[in-house]
């Protein structure tokens, strides 16, 4: 089973199976992971996720490594979202300002049929994104302790 990753408001990291089933399946098991009322999922290529920490937005068919981020649609619309600081930290927020709310995932990439599915990400990939990440946790966490 091919594996996912989610970034919680709470700066928690944790590992998911791709869901299975028909596409509709998939983004309503996907929707269900990001929580707080999604319905529908944003695919986002936040730039600091290929240029600082050196993933591709080159898709294959066949072990892809590419990455993307999902989100809520409209995290912007729910009262009780939370900043992301990870999520935010990839999309670059501090330079235009516009924050990631809400749970995100990471998930791979893949050429399969007519166009572009989201699957696991590719083991490499994964490895090498989940150390990342759970840097960033960690350094938000201990910057956010500081401040207090």
């Known amino acids: 089973m091919s594996k996912i990753i989610k970034v919680s408001t709470?700066?928690?990291?944790?590992?998911h199976d791709f869901p299975e089933g028909t596409i509709s399946e998939q983004n309503r098991q996907l929707?269900?992971?990001?929580?707080?009322?999604?319905?529908?999922i944003e695919n986002v290529m936040p730039k600091r996720l290929y240029t600082g920490?050196?993933?591709?937005?080159?898709?294959?068919?066949?072990d892809s490594k590419c990455v993307s981020m999902l989100v809520d649609?409209?995290?912007?619309f729910r009262s009780n979202s939370k900043p992301n600081?990870?999520?935010?930290?990839?999309?670059?927020t501090d330079k235009h300002k516009n924050p990631i709310l809400g749970n995100v995932l990471f998930v791979g990439n893949e050429y399969k049929g007519d166009g572009i599915s989201?699957?696991?990400?590719?083991?490499?990939?994964f490895d090498c994104l989940y150390k990342q990440l759970i840097a960033l946790?960690?350094?938000?966490?201990?910057?956010?302790?500081?401040q207090l």
């Open 137 to 146: 946790a960690e350094i938000a966490t201990y910057a956010g302790a500081v």
């Open 85 to 92: 600081l990870i999520g935010s930290y990839m999309y670059e």
């Open 10 to 15: 709470d700066l928690k990291i944790t590992v």
């Open 31 to 40: 929707c269900e992971l990001i929580g707080n009322g999604c319905s529908m």
């Open 73 to 76: 649609e409209e995290f912007l």
């Open 118 to 125: 989201f699957c696991g990400i590719e083991r490499g990939t």
């Open 53 to 62: 920490f050196g993933h591709t937005t080159h898709v294959t068919s066949k």
